[in-house]
């Protein structure tokens, strides 16, 4: 983990899931265009922009690491909640 991962982990402290997503929208400038694609689709792209710009490296490693991904077709797909619930998750665990 690297020591700016380390400092986010820290300043998000014990913030509600509902405040991580928000923080991680405001960071990231994702924003969706429709309430109920909220919970959508993202490709690789949006879901590393959504998660806060992290490197494919870092991202890939969270895949392997059993953050949820779908494959539809050919394309590898993720959903925001399921990116928020693994930065949870594993948060939890550094501690």
Same mark, same amino acid.
């Given at each position: 983990?690297?020591?700016?991962?380390?400092?986010?982990?820290?300043?998000?402290?014990?913030?509600?899931?509902?405040?991580?997503?928000?923080?991680?929208?405001?960071?990231? %400038?994702?924003?969706?265009?429709?309430?109920?694609?909220?919970? %959508?689709?993202?490709?690789?792209?949006?879901?590393?922009?959504?998660?806060?710009?992290?490197?494919?490296?870092?991202?890939?490693?969270?895949?392997?690491?059993?953050?949820?991904?779908?494959?539809?077709?050919?394309?590898?797909?993720?959903?925001?909640?399921?990116?928020?619930?693994?930065?949870?998750?594993?948060?939890?665990?550094?501690?």
């Amino acid at each position: 983990m690297t020591e700016k991962e380390k400092q986010v982990i820290d300043a998000v402290g014990s913030a509600t899931p509902e405040q991580l997503d928000a923080a991680l929208r405001a960071i990231s %400038g994702f924003e969706t265009q429709n309430p109920k694609d909220a919970d %959508g689709f993202l490709n690789l792209a949006a879901a590393r922009r959504y998660a806060g710009n992290v490197s494919r490296t870092t991202f890939y490693r969270w895949v392997q690491s059993g953050m949820r991904c779908y494959r539809i077709r050919r394309r590898i797909m993720f959903r925001a909640s399921d990116i928020t619930d693994f930065i949870l998750k594993t948060q939890g665990a550094d501690k």
